[in-house]
């Protein structure tokens, strides 16, 4: 009897600490100006870098339009939206609430995961990104020509690859809040950095093909380039160079892939937690 | 009113009549934008404090202390009334006050917690326009004064709060300010580094004729040790100001002694009421020993008192005047402003 | 007082104040510089991931056939380095000392703010001056990018407009985000990828057509980068505007955002005053 009672406090804890750090998260991110501003702010930066690749596409085409090659890099882009606001999102929490609201100790020792706390703030940011992805592909559809036929999208594919997709998502994220708990200030720029590096491996924007070995090999082992990948291909129904024929191979591969970078990524995690508490760096607030 | 105040006699800090109102901004949504509300911190505030005072002024919290130390400081401007700073206008001379002033603040984590002290010093050193050797002399030995001395090489991060709260003294002090501004300094500190900085503080002041000193703090005792004069704040208006002295004597309506008595017959009790200037007495059993507590209309009724004791046959082993503390003084003020305000309030209603 | 004794004191107060003003501005500067050599791990996030993601930029033009291209990205992925600065390090760096109390200590030294926001913007350009030339030298190693370079003088003499007027810019903001609150980080966030496409980090601005290119020119990157280019790519042509009208138009905005600034920290540090915001946190 205690046993269970004990069982559903802690189901009961877990959901709880969950829903708090959403609610936190819409209110600190999320509830701060009014909703126009709040639309721009989700939809300026993945429409932005999406009409980035168009116009670096235009200078080389000299004006031309190849409504493939334009398909594959808002594809690519629109997917990245993800990646972006949501990976970010682990490092950006533990840095504000270390730096700016000096709260991250107290969460810290409140009787939870702390890494539940950090799903729980990065939740509402898969939706920001999914109205970012879906407008980003909506003008490219509009504008672009690019070639999505609502009736010919594989939605099933699509909702697989996007489900495991967050999972590696977190995977990463958990391990660069870690990084954050045992860096300085600076490390704002961290989660842009790094997602400047995932960009160049997953093949978000050029076919893995384009890259020198060692770094397409890098690419073969993340998660993010099948998610991308499987996404293409739901959506736009070809694939890309250097990715295997085969859709459930791909999914196959994005599932091993994920479960692999997520295990590793909280074991990274744990690993900088400890040297954090070890330096004493849970509560330091830097700048200069 | 401004050039009358721009002399050598002007008072280190004068406020007239000062209020301010803080008008909370308003949130937007699709349809517009939604009403702000108000705040009164200040509340027609007018106080004088004369070169070479260490004053201070109390009250809670949200009291207005701090809006009117701000006020003062240049970093927000009265929404009415006047406050000058060694016979300045804030709104007007705001860099010549500014090279006057220095402040500290409880409970601070300003600087770069990269910085080493010493670095940190010489960087608000610069913004005084101090000359970087005399800026290291100077450091040296303010740290030394606060027991900071083998720190100065230590990076800010690294340091306690009793430490940082050291070294912000210290920053205060390094561009020699005439006037200081301790806005509840000792907030959070342990006993030791709380001693240091009251102990410097009263040193720094002795150091050098007319330094001052505005000192805003929770702690009663710290006020009653350290402070000339005080001033209780209570919903944005001073309340009581004086020395603590007289406004301890002011809280006394009665004079009140307490003596211990070797033996104890009840009719003593009956002999003092009916003494000459006996307002009431009442004895009180404790570890085998007697004490009489006694409320007389003035003090010189105290030997009349004693004589009827005598009298009676009992014999005093000790007697002592019971002073009321400023701790009392304040609750009785701010306790009383409350009940008045929430009596008026009644009425309104 | 005779008129030459007036002259003379008018001549010292004026020597004092520019004495406290440099005295400032290198206290200021102090800390960014150090900061750069004690926690190097600014290395990681700031040098090393930013050269990956102009490699990734520099991929897709070698994907499109078009490596020649790829001294555009590598050029804008450096001098994105300052924008990254301007934005973060002093467009929101007043926002930021208010909240840990370092501003109202600023405001209340007798040196004026200015100093201390050209310290801020001298000790950031000098740190990220070395870490654009790193991801400068970096990106030209990895794709051979090379440069005719038209004339050294020109080139750096559109570089110095450029930090002059992109510095001033973000004096400018930094004054203007102490009116908010902490939609101030959204704020850069929202800004920071719209700017990158409407300057032409990666792509020559033209593409962008006369009237957007235009409107982007009043971030003084824009123009910037494009002379720049002009000055080290003549080969691949896509200028937008003539070297010597961006010089022209690059020393107006330098003008324009330093007195800009100037003018609006005077403002705004009077309005915040009145409205209580130099030392309130919001939370």
Request: aromatic residues 10%; contains cysteine.
């Amino acid at each position: 009897m205690a046993i269970t009672e004990q069982k559903n406090r802690n189901s009961y804890g877990l959901l709880n600490s969950l829903r708090a750090a959403v609610w936190l998260e819409w209110q600190t991110r999320g509830n701060w100006t009014n909703p126009w501003l709040f639309t721009l702010y989700i939809l300026g930066k993945p429409i932005s870098a999406a009409l980035v690749l168009v116009f670096m596409y235009q200078i080389v085409s000299g004006g031309r339009s190849n409504p493939t090659i334009l398909g594959y890099l808002i594809v690519g882009s629109a997917t990245w939206a993800f990646v972006d606001t949501v990976m970010g999102e682990f490092p950006r929490t533990v840095l504000s609430d270390r730096e700016e609201y000096a709260m991250l100790k107290y969460v810290y020792i409140a009787p939870h995961r702390f890494i539940t706390f950090l799903i729980g703030r990065a939740t509402p940011r898969i939706l920001m990104a999914a109205v970012a992805f879906t407008v980003t592909l909506s003008i490219g559809v509009v504008f672009l020509k690019i070639p999505i036929h609502i009736v010919s999208v594989n939605y099933l594919l699509l909702l697989v690859t996007m489900l495991i997709g967050f999972v590696s998502l977190i995977g990463f994220g958990v391990a660069f809040a870690g990084l954050a708990l045992v860096l300085k200030r600076g490390a704002w720029d961290m989660s842009t950095a790094i997602s400047g590096a995932l960009y160049l491996v997953t093949g978000a924007i050029f076919p893995i093909t384009i890259l020198p070995g060692f770094l397409r090999d890098i690419s073969l082992v993340i998660p993010l380039t099948y998610w991308i990948e499987l996404t293409r291909r739901s959506v736009l129904g070809y694939s890309s160079p250097g990715m295997p024929s085969s859709w459930a191979v791909t999914l196959l591969i994005q599932i091993i892939t994920t479960i692999l970078v997520t295990t590793i990524a909280v074991i990274a995690y744990y690993i900088c937690e400890h040297f954090a508490k070890e330096r004493g760096q849970l509560d330091r607030a830097t700048g200069n | 009113m401004t050039a009358a105040h721009m002399h050598a006699d002007s008072p280190a800090i004068q406020t007239i009549d000062v209020r301010r109102v803080y008008k909370s901004r308003s949130g937007f949504t699709f349809g517009g934008q939604k009403a702000g509300k108000s705040v009164t911190a200040l509340d027609g505030v007018s106080l004088t404090i004369q070169k070479g005072e260490l004053f201070g002024l109390l009250g809670r919290n949200g009291a207005g202390k701090t809006t009117l130390i701000k006020i003062l400081t240049t970093l927000l401007a009265p929404t009415s009334g006047e406050a000058y700073v060694d016979g300045l206008d804030v709104n007007k001379y705001v860099i010549p006050i500014r090279k006057k002033i220095a402040m500290v603040s409880g409970g601070e984590q300003s600087g770069y917690g990269i910085l080493t002290v010493r670095e940190q010093l010489w960087m608000f050193a610069q913004f005084y326009g101090v000359p970087s050797q005399a800026a290291h002399k100077k450091i040296d030995q303010l740290l030394e004064a606060v027991g900071l001395g083998d720190q100065a090489n230590q990076k800010v991060y690294a340091l306690s709060t009793g430490m940082r709260q050291r070294m912000n003294l210290c920053r205060a002090l390094v561009s020699d300010p005439e006037i200081l501004f301790l806005d509840e300094p000792t907030v959070g500190l342990d006993v030791e580094a709380s001693r240091i900085v009251r102990n410097y503080v009263r040193s720094w002041m002795q150091e050098q004729r007319g330094r001052t000193v505005l000192l805003t703090t929770h702690y009663m005792f710290e006020a009653d040790e350290l402070c000339d004069r005080v001033a209780i704040i209570n919903h944005g208006q001073i309340v009581a100001q004086g020395e603590t002295d007289d406004l301890k004597k002011g809280l006394q309506e009665h004079a009140r002694f307490q003596f211990e008595l070797a033996e104890w017959a009840p009719a003593f009790e009956e002999e003092l009421k009916q003494s000459r200037g006996v307002v009431s007495a009442q004895s009180m059993h404790q570890k085998g020993k007697v004490s009489v507590q006694i409320a007389l209309e003035n003090e010189e009724y105290i030997t009349s008192a004693m004589q009827t004791i005598s009298s009676a046959g009992g014999h005093v082993l000790t007697l002592r005047r019971i002073e009321p503390t400023l701790e009392e003084v304040f609750m009785r003020l701010v306790g009383t402003a409350d009940d008045e305000k929430s009596a008026g309030e009644d009425e309104e209603k | 007082m005779e008129p030459a004794q007036q002259q003379n004191l008018k001549t010292s107060q004026w020597r004092e104040s520019l004495r406290l003003g440099w005295r400032t501005l290198i206290g200021r500067a102090y800390p960014r510089i150090v900061s750069a050599a004690r926690e190097p791990d600014w290395v990681f996030y700031e040098v090393a991931l930013p050269v990956l993601q102009v490699i990734a930029f520099g991929f897709v033009y070698k994907s499109l056939g078009r490596p020649q291209y790829t001294g555009f990205v590598v050029l804008g992925g450096a001098m994105l380095a300052f924008w990254t600065n301007v934005l973060w390090s002093m467009a929101g760096q007043l926002h930021w000392e208010r909240q840990t109390g370092n501003l109202e200590l600023y405001l209340m030294a007798p040196s004026s703010m200015l100093w201390i926001l050209a310290g801020m913007a001298f000790g950031g350009m000098v740190a990220t001056l070395f870490r654009s030339i790193v991801i400068l030298l970096i990106g030209s190693l990895i794709f051979g990018v090379t440069y005719q370079i038209v004339s050294a003088p020109l080139l750096i003499l559109i570089f110095i407009l450029t930090m002059v007027a992109l510095y001033g810019l973000g004096s400018m903001l930094s004054s203007l985000y102490l009116m908010y609150n902490r939609e101030v980080w959204a704020i850069q966030e929202v800004m920071q990828d719209p700017i990158s496409l409407i300057t032409g980090f990666y792509f020559p601005v033209r593409a962008l057509g006369g009237i957007i290119g235009g409107l982007a020119s009043v971030i003084p990157l824009t123009l910037g980068l494009d002379g720049m280019r002009q000055m080290l790519f003549p080969q691949l042509g896509q200028s937008f505007l003539p070297p010597g009208i961006e010089i022209a138009i690059l020393g107006v905005l330098a003008l324009l955002f330093l007195v800009g600034a100037s003018w609006s920290l005077t403002y705004i540090e009077k309005l915040a005053k009145i409205e209580g915001r130099l030392s309130l946190k919001w939370q």
